[in-house]
């Protein structure tokens, strides 16, 4: 299951016009904690703002279940749906909220784009909101980001020796047994 991030990052922005101008603008990213989170914006940022300075604001865990990413679309649409499930000891109805994030040109295209890409779902579902959301991007994990960089080795990797001493033996331990 993926987990889902928001980070708010403010940095200087130059507009169509050619105007700079401060800004605060929201990102989604997949990671596995905080710290990796962080990681991974400052690098994504760091490719994004060539040369500028920008801040992360905040870094929250997000409640979005799952994103559809398309080819097209210019907006990022935040659909709540609802799920009425039946708990079967209890006899009882559970409803379920869950919250996905789509790329689309505008609302009939995003509810089109849940209905496909929901078609999956045995239950019925509702749409309760939809809504242009604040996301401006989206950062998917990539296997690739998380190799192994040049000149570093795993722990579990690692030889099994004393750093300290000269040819990972205490010479201490020598003399403590001859006396």
Do not use: C, H
């Amino acid at each position: 299951m993926q987990t889902w991030f928001e980070s708010k990052v403010k940095y200087v922005k130059v507009s169509q016009s050619g105007n700079e101008q401060m800004v605060t603008e929201n990102f989604l990213l997949d990671a596995v904690s905080y710290t990796d989170a962080e990681t991974r914006i400052i690098k994504q940022m760091q490719q994004t703002v060539k040369g500028g300075e920008f801040a992360i604001v905040d870094i929250k865990k997000s409640r979005i279940a799952e994103v559809f990413q398309f080819e097209s679309g210019e907006w990022w649409f935040k659909v709540t749906i609802n799920l009425v499930t039946v708990d079967e000891e209890a006899g009882k109805e559970k409803k379920l909220r869950a919250y996905y994030l789509i790329m689309a040109d505008d609302i009939k295209e995003a509810l089109d784009r849940l209905d496909e890409s929901l078609s999956y779902l045995v239950i019925p579902y509702v749409v309760s909101a939809i809504a242009v959301s604040t996301i401006v991007d989206v950062f998917p994990y990539v296997p690739a980001e998380s190799l192994i960089p040049e000149g570093f080795v795993p722990v579990k990797n690692k030889k099994e020796e004393n750093p300290i001493f000269t040819n990972g033996e205490n010479p201490f331990e020598e003399n403590e047994e001859q006396e």
